[in-house]
């Protein structure tokens, strides 16, 4: 005689805690924004945008370079080494092991990275920030790759195009991170002074040292839709000024009405809208 329980229920009951537990715990990611469980596969088909709500998650450096550049085809860079921790610098962990353990996660020798390539035939260089990387914290090493991305883009004679996502300067820096500002600026005058164009595009966030310095000063602005864009945070401001700012205060769409972003764009549609700029600017290149 069958014994129902032992023989087939419990059976089954242990097959489907087995294929539960046989699922990968990072399959499904929820969206910051309206918590939707997405299908991690499928969010990288859509470039990491949520499709209820349209936010825009990170979308790591490699993946960005392939969803720009035609045919994602492209030449990395190198980027000059700089001295590590130049000011022997420690709070809970030394500066050091802090860059250690990045590099380990992202596979990045810091917080950008620039590639070489075409996009829509016309030739550019590409610097993207990795927000993964403390923050896309803003030190001596990004200053550096910026300046070197500005001057191989002026030997291409190709269009200079920044992705940015940053919190700011690097604290672990010091003054150091905070020159980074003048170098940076340098760089891009470098751009100007060749007649090639320089675009920024703002992704989320962009905020302290990087927007006060290169982040603001390109010949087009470009945000992806609902980037966060400021100098310092809505709270801070709020407690300064004793008044209570919009919602959408330092979104990129509020920065458009006030005139500080000429595009907000979808990210599926970045590329072609970049393609479209280069064809205009560099119709004589």
């Known amino acids: 005689m069958v014994n129902w329980i032992k023989d087939i229920i419990r059976p089954k009951i242990k097959t489907i805690f087995t294929k539960i537990k046989d699922v990968p715990e990072n399959m499904w990611v929820p969206c910051p924004k309206c918590s939707t469980l997405m299908y991690r596969k499928d969010m990288h088909n859509h470039l990491n945008v949520c499709p209820k709500c349209d936010f825009h998650l990170f979308l790591q450096t490699g993946d960005r370079f392939d969803s720009l550049f035609d045919d994602a085809k492209y030449q990395l860079i190198d980027l000059p080494k700089v ?10 962990k030394k500066y050091k092991d802090r860059l250690d353990e990045y590099r380990n996660k992202t596979k990045q020798q810091d917080a950008i990275a620039v590639a070489y390539g075409k996009i829509g035939t016309k030739d550019a260089v590409v610097c993207v920030m990795n927000f993964e990387f403390m923050g896309g914290s803003m ?36 003054m150091l991170s905070l020159m980074q500002m003048a170098r940076t600026t340098i760089a891009i005058n470098k751009v100007r002074d060749a007649s090639l164009p320089y675009i920024v595009v703002f992704a989320n966030p962009t905020m302290g040292g990087v927007s006060a310095s290169f982040a603001m000063l390109g010949d087009i602005h470009i945000a992806e839709k609902g980037a966060l864009i400021g100098f310092a945070g809505k709270r801070v401001i709020e407690q300064t000024i004793k008044e209570k700012l919009p919602p959408e205060f330092q979104t990129a769409e509020y920065l458009k009405d006030q005139g ?18 280069l064809k205009m600017l560099m119709h004589n290149k």
Not at 143 to 159: D, S
């Open 83 to 92: 001295k590590e921790d130049p000011i022997n610098f420690k709070d809970l």
């Open 139 to 174: 030190g001596t090493f990004v200053g550096e790759a910026i300046l070197k991305g500005a001057e191989y883009a002026v030997k291409k004679n190709a269009a200079f195009i920044i992705v940015s996502a940053s919190g700011g300067a690097r604290m672990q820096e010091s």
């Open 260 to 277: 500080m972003v000429d595009i907000v764009v979808h990210r599926k549609d970045l590329k072609q809208t970049l393609s479209n700029l």
